[in-house]
C-alpha cells in the first residue's frame, strides 16, 4: 500500500510539474551586458593595428533605451586573443600610459576582450567627453594591441 501511495505521489507530482511549464511560459532572461532596445550611438571610429596584431574592426559609444552607456565593438572586430589578456579601455589619446601608483585619470578600464566579433562592455556611467580613444591593451607582453579614435 505505501508504494501504491508513493508511486501515485510521484505521478502526480510529475504531472503537474511537466504540464504546469510550457515554452510560451518560460522566463525572460535580462542579459546586463547587452542594450536594451535601440544602442544610439554618440561616437564611434575604427581600430588602427599595433605591433603586428591582427586588430582591426570598429568601436561605437552610445546608450540604450534605459539609457545606459555602452561601448560596442561590430561584427568585424578582430584582434590576437592568444594571450588571453587584452583589456581594453578609454583614454584621452591613443597612447596608452600606466600610472599604477596613482592611477592615471587619463584612463578608464572598460573590461577584458573575450572574443573577436561582436562585444558589448557595459559602462556603469555616463563617459566624460575627455575620453577619445578605446584602446586595447595586452598586459602579458605590455604593448598595446590598438586604438580606435572615438569621434
Not at 27 to 48: A, L
Not at 88 to 95: F, H, I, M, Q, W
Not at 121 to 148: E, M, Q
Request: hydrophobic share 40%; aromatic share 10%; with cysteine.
Amino acid at each position: 500500500m505505501k508504494s501504491m501511495t508513493w508511486l501515485l505521489s510521484a505521478v502526480l507530482f510529475l504531472s503537474i510539474g511537466f504540464s504546469a511549464c510550457t515554452e510560451d511560459e518560460a522566463p525572460q532572461i535580462i542579459d546586463p551586458t547587452v542594450p536594451t532596445g535601440t544602442f544610439v550611438v554618440q561616437r564611434s571610429g575604427s581600430f588602427t593595428a599595433q605591433n603586428g596584431t591582427p586588430t582591426a574592426g570598429s568601436a561605437a559609444l552610445g546608450v540604450d533605451d534605459d539609457n545606459e552607456t555602452f561601448l560596442r565593438f561590430a561584427d568585424g572586430f578582430v584582434t590576437e586573443l592568444a594571450t588571453g589578456t587584452v583589456t581594453v579601455y578609454l583614454s584621452t589619446s591613443e597612447n596608452f600610459v600606466a600610472d599604477p601608483g596613482n592611477g592615471n585619470p587619463d584612463l578608464k578600464l572598460v573590461g577584458v576582450v573575450a572574443e573577436n566579433g561582436e562585444n558589448f562592455f557595459r559602462i556603469s556611467s555616463t563617459v566624460d567627453s575627455k575620453y577619445t580613444h578605446v584602446i586595447l591593451w595586452c598586459g602579458s607582453a605590455n604593448i598595446p594591441f590598438g586604438y580606435a579614435p572615438l569621434q
